[in-house]
């Protein structure tokens, strides 16, 4: 028998017709890649649980007003997102300013035109460079972004949303999103520099 | 092109979201100059080691936590 899957369109259908077990396979589809970006956001489990069940709960609530204008798959994240902002608003660890953040970018810049020579660990065999500690060194750098440049990298880098996607998840423009991704990799891209130039 | 033209491009230059002309323009500086190189190779090689990244899973207890809930509010919802 050939069985196609539902597409979410038909799901939402099928759970607005009374059949619960429709959004169940619905939250079953999207759950890892709420609870993906959740910790990537927050770098806890705990508050990643909790926006978890806060953005299904939303949906839930929601769906009714859900008109598809946007694709579900755009809706759901766009929730979780404002889920994982809300919650890390509620932090009081201080972030970088946005001058410090730029600062810190341009840098490197600066380097390169100072005439010091660069050294290029990307060179390095990739099994080489990728271990426990190296891991480590890319969450930490993950969860110095600043917010609006962090979301925007986990969207795009962790979670593979095309540019214009996230430009609609985050109600940005399209450049906007491409110069803070491009911030954002900059960033870690020094982060991850000065951790492979320290153990040259 | 200069340097600085180049490193507010080179994102755009790795996702190939570059008209080719200005592909080649970049590709003509790289090939001069040493920093903007290692620039881009490690510009590139962070981006690859960041999509490798493992995800992240849900605890099974956390999963069925989310499904008790839902299936609660669900009920709750539909009276």
């Known amino acids: 028998m050939n069985q196609t899957v539902p597409t979410d369109t038909q799901l939402i259908r099928q759970f607005r017709a009374g059949e619960i077990s429709a959004l169940e396979d619905l939250v079953y589809r999207y759950e890892d890649q709420v609870y993906n970006l959740a910790y990537r956001m927050l770098r806890n489990r705990e508050d990643a649980e909790d926006v978890l069940q806060d953005t299904f709960l939303s949906v839930i609530r929601a769906l009714d007003k859900f008109k598809g204008k946007s694709s579900f798959s755009t809706w759901i994240y766009r929730i979780a997102t404002n889920a994982a902002l809300t919650k890390l608003r509620q932090r009081s660890r201080k972030l970088k300013t946005e001058g410090e953040f730029l600062d810190e970018i341009y840098s490197v810049h600066k380097q390169a035109h100072a005439g010091a020579t660069m050294i290029d660990w990307a060179a390095n065999p990739i099994e080489s460079v990728l271990n426990e500690e190296a891991r480590q060194v890319m969450e930490e750098a993950i969860a110095e972004l600043p917010e609006n440049y962090r979301v925007v990298f986990v969207l795009r880098d962790v979670e593979g949303l095309p540019a214009s996607d996230v430009a609609e998840v985050l109600d940005l423009s399209v450049p906007a999103v491409k110069s803070r991704l491009h911030r954002a990799r900059l960033f870690l891209r020094n982060r991850l520099s000065r951790y492979y130039e320290e153990g040259a | ?79």
């Open chain 2, 1 to 79: 092109m200069d340097c600085g033209e180049i490193f507010e491009g080179l994102s755009e230059y790795l996702d190939d979201d570059l008209p080719e002309e200005i592909c080649r323009e970049i590709r003509r500086h790289l090939d001069d100059c040493h920093n903007c190189q290692v620039v881009v190779n490690t510009l590139k090689r962070t981006v690859y080691l960041y999509h490798t990244f493992p995800r992240e899973e849900i605890p099974g207890e956390t999963r069925k936590r989310l499904h008790k809930i839902i299936r609660m509010e669900t009920e709750a919802e539909s009276g």
